[in-house]
């Protein structure tokens, strides 16, 4: 069983220096787990176009789908398209449907600094949104996403289900086992279910429970396995809860 | 003026399968901006040994201080330090201050699950933690946090003085301008004054302005020059704060 794998390329400085708190990378996050997508890779890299050019060559190389946000606006700080030209190593050219547009929406206040919002990677496809004032941009497996959050996530809704595929499955056991004790059997475990992915992850904060043990997998068979032989290496008087 | 660089390494099948929202990046970009250290890079990769490998190989190269976060418990999915091993190509030895201490602690319940955690790459340096339980553990500029954001705070901050630099000096002006009208002004702006970043960011969910531009330097003197400049370039009666 396949499953596309993705990555989110976050480009601004406004990140990195804590200006702005990222809400992009969080809120594409769930949508790609809901869809069943699995993220692989985050990179929040600076507004500059050698450092979106060598991100986007590595994750669109590597992943089946790559969303990227911010760094698409008029100013200086725009280098997003720059960056995903030099990374194919095409040029930018105008294009004409997004002109045609920009001259119509702008009328006869449209100039040159409005216009170059047409400069675009060769290549690019245009991909209809007919609830926005835009289209959004792809170049090949590399969809162009804006930074402000509202229109990450109005643009990203809009296309949302043409990567739906088959849902991942998951429980959570909740117990008061220690890690350490669990340890050597958990691996065990792990290896004897290799299409179930688990998680072990402990907690100080609250006595509820110490440690949360995570299952998931996109084949439901293989889940209940993993799950039967997860339960039988967990102290029954342990177990808090299994979700 | 040299500004040292930062990068954030989160290790984590939970964060990017939004099991768990990152409070650990967050909590560190704050840290290091108001430490003066500039953050260039944040990635996210998966509980793998060769994505870990590949990630501090390249992260550890390019910037001054790398700080990972995540997999470092005693279970199959805690790979950070077999990473690190890897990506320096040394092998995991035993630790004899960390084996003597986890004997000390946990006593006669001590075995080779506890023993395990001393194993860490040759040449790891223990950095003394006198507020916490264990040292922390750094290999060359790579220093090694743990996920939970209890813990990966409390041991940042025992260590945080330590990377304290001259602080960025800040300002910010909010106006009605639109940001096609300012774009080529602004580009000329930052294009004068080198050593100041400057960003444009353009505000739709609330009326009071339009855009944000943001301006940052090491050199005060600069960023007056830079503010006065870009102060020369806005209409005053579009103009809402400056902060």
Do not use: C
């Amino acid at each position: 069983m396949s499953v596309p794998t993705a990555a989110i390329l976050v480009i601004g400085d406004e990140i990195l220096s804590g200006k702005t708190e990222d809400q992009n990378a969080r809120f594409l996050i769930r949508e790609l787990r809901e869809l069943g997508v699995a993220l692989k890779r985050i990179h929040v890299v600076p507004d500059e176009i050698e450092d979106v050019a060598a991100a986007v060559r590595e994750l669109s190389a590597r992943f089946v789908h790559v969303f990227t946000s911010g760094g698409v606006g008029p100013t200086h700080d725009d280098v997003t398209l720059l960056g995903i030209a030099r990374a194919f190593d095409v040029p930018i050219v105008r294009h004409p449907e997004l002109a045609a547009r920009l001259k119509t929406h702008f009328g006869v206040d449209a100039d040159e600094s409005h216009l170059r919002m047409a400069d675009v990677p060769e290549g690019a496809e245009l991909i209809a949104q007919p609830d926005t004032r835009w289209p959004m941009l792809a170049v090949r497996n590399v969809y162009i996403l804006p930074g402000v959050p509202e229109l990450f996530r109005k643009k990203f809704l809009a296309i949302r289900e043409r990567f739906r595929v088959a849902p991942f499955f998951t429980r959570a056991f909740f117990t008061h086992e220690d890690e350490f004790d669990i340890a050597a059997a958990l691996t065990a475990v792990a290896a004897a279910h290799p299409l179930v992915a688990i998680g072990s992850y402990p907690n100080f904060s609250t006595p509820d429970y110490r440690v949360k043990l995570t299952l998931e997998s996109k084949d439901p068979a293989a889940l209940e396995a993993a799950a039967t032989a997860l339960r039988a290496i967990l102290s029954p008087e342990k177990l808090v809860r299994v979700e």
